[in-house]
């Protein structure tokens, strides 16, 4: 089989050749190659993306557990900012209660009121104020004889404790003893009102001493009626709790707290059960190793219900110490590898459409590559062809320094040696030819020229003879043209032979053309021919023989009317290309066959049914003479264009 496959390359061209060749070399490594990459980044992918989830975790753990700090530090910083609000409250009453006194005492001391009186109108007013909803002003002696009292009055309370059984009355008497003029002083303690309180309320007192009438003056009120705001706090705690259960860890994963029995305190579905009994699918009792460890990651495998197989679950929990409560965040692990499937996909699908780009590219790009080697090696093989079929002028196109460029070098060297070998052959012959048709010529032209000037001469007396409704008045006319026709060619045969050197002088081409194409535009074979002149008006004079270049107007603008037979339009140009005069004509006519361009120009060559065949040659000839050059482009049905190019300076040979 390697073998037939051998051959079958071999057999192929070079430009599917190197496809065949150098695609493999180039598109398995890149397939290779993007599998290893494919590969590599996908475990990459998987490696950061299971950090990055583990990072998640573990941040939303924090998070959650800021959050429950940022509630618990919120309410108690209010607290303790509303503590001092109330404090000042209360103070600022013991302060307008004590002016009442002392505005009493001075209404004593002026002798508008006795003591007794003074006293009882501060005592009306004083219990006439109310702090909070349940809190009042009330003043008593150092011994705790309730002086004013809304419910109590007269009553002593000096050895009355509070509900931690500390004697608060003992310790105000005793530190209003002490005080200095004009301070106030506070004191906090727990007390239950038997009538309305299940429990001890927080009760604040603001006092001051009085010393003139003994009266420690008090304000008092319970803390919870002036600060506290259960409701506010209760439905902050609330929201709270349903941010935490609405926030979604992949797509099953949650957030949860527990206390350290194991209760629930948040939970999306089984808030309040204690679960510290619970298992795992492997039967560890995970919530107990929580609950012991406080903090930390753990991993357990967990069947939710519906579900036919367990799913490993990862979860980062922490210890909120102020609550005593722990803070879990957890997730399933395939969820956590989800992403990275997708990426994986992704990966594979890019890899495929890079590849087949890249294949495509690499195709393009080696395919090019082979027809950039290719081309000249077919363009030297048609060329070879070219030359097998006799176009010896046809020469290799050279485009580069390469080894292909340097074969097209040397093959147009040989070329050009064979052309000159052989132009060297055919104008020997041609001399030779040359000589022996001029000797010929001569003798001919004086042997067959006086025959023919009798047979003129004849036939012209016989032409004025008869009158031209004779019936021999044509065959007579016939013999007239035909000698002439003879004299002609005789006439061009001694031209070719004997073509004298140009008399060279500086000739204005345009104005010579524009006189040519004057005489020529009344011949036979140009009427309903439209000619166009396109001459430049800056080309300099040129070296030339002017009748001979007449000579090779007329003919060329004359081949190129018979070419169009009466129809059509004739273009004769002039320009300059370096250092050539160059003459263009260009017809509409019907053209020439490829197969005739390479004889046009040689002797006794024509297409014309009357025609001597010596026309282009003389043409070429002449054109030579003046060391120019004559081509001919053509297309069936599309027109001729001839181009000459004279040198615009004589140069001597």
Known sequence: MSRHLFRFVNNLQIRWKLLVVVLPLVLVPLFVVGGVVGWIAYRQAQLGITQASMADLDHLAHFTVDLLDAHHRQFEVYQQDKKKTVHKELATLTNLAFGLVEAQYRQQQSGKLDMATAQDVARRTLKRVQVGETGYIYAMTTRGVLAVHIAREGETIFDERDEDGRFFIRAMCQAARIAAPG??????????????????????????????????????????????????????????????????????????????????????????????????????AFIQQMCEQREGWIRYPWKNPGETEPRPKIVRYLYFKPWDWIVAVGSYEDEFYRETNLIKERIIKSLGWISLGVGLAATLLV????????????????????????????????????????????????????????????SLAQQGKMASLGVLSSGVAHEINNPLGVILGYAAYLEKKLPEDDPNFHYIHEIKRESKRCKKIVQDLLSYARTPQPELAPTDLNRLLDQIVEFAANHTDLFGVKIVR????????????????????????????????????????????????????????????????????????????????????????????HHGTIGITSRPGSGTTVTVRLPLTREEY
């Open 183 to 284: 301070q106030v002083l506070t004191i906090i303690y727990p007390w239950r009102n038997p009538e309305l309180d299940a429990k001890p309320r927080q009760k604040m007192v603001a006092y001051r001493y009085f010393p003139q009438w003994d009266w420690i003056i008090a304000a008092g009120g319970y803390l919870d009626e002036t600060y506290e705001d259960p409701a506010a706090e209760r439905q902050a705690f609330t929201a709270l709790k349903e941010r935490l259960k609405s926030k979604k860890v992949g797509e099953t994963g949650y957030i949860y707290c527990m206390d350290r029995t194991g209760t629930l305190t948040v939970h999306p579905e089984t808030e309040g059960q204690n679960v510290s009994s619970a298992r795992d699918s492997d039967g560890t």
């Open 367 to 426: 395919f090019l590559a082979a027809k950039i080697l290719s081309d000249p090696i077919r363009h030297m093989i048609e060329t070879i062809r070219a030359i097998k079929r006799g176009q010896t002028n046809r020469q290799m196109q050279v485009d580069s320094r390469d080894e292909l460029g340097e074969l097209a070098t040397a093959f147009n060297r040989m070329t050009s040696v064979l052309q000159r070998n052989r132009e060297l052959e055919t």
């Open 534 to 625: 396109v001459f430049d008006p800056d080309l300099p004079s040129v070296p030339a023989d002017g009748d001979q270049i007449r000579q090779v107007a007329i003919n060329l603008i004359l081949n190129a009317g018979a070419a169009m037979a009466g129809k059509g339009e004739l273009t004769v140009g002039t320009s300059r290309e370096d250092d050539f005069a160059v003459l263009t004509f260009a017809d509409t006519g019907s053209g020439i066959a490829e197969e005739e361009l390479g004889r046009i120009f040689e002797p006794f060559y024509t297409t014309k049914e009357r025609g001597t065949g010596l026309g282009l040659a003389i043409t070429r000839q002449l054109i030579e003479l």
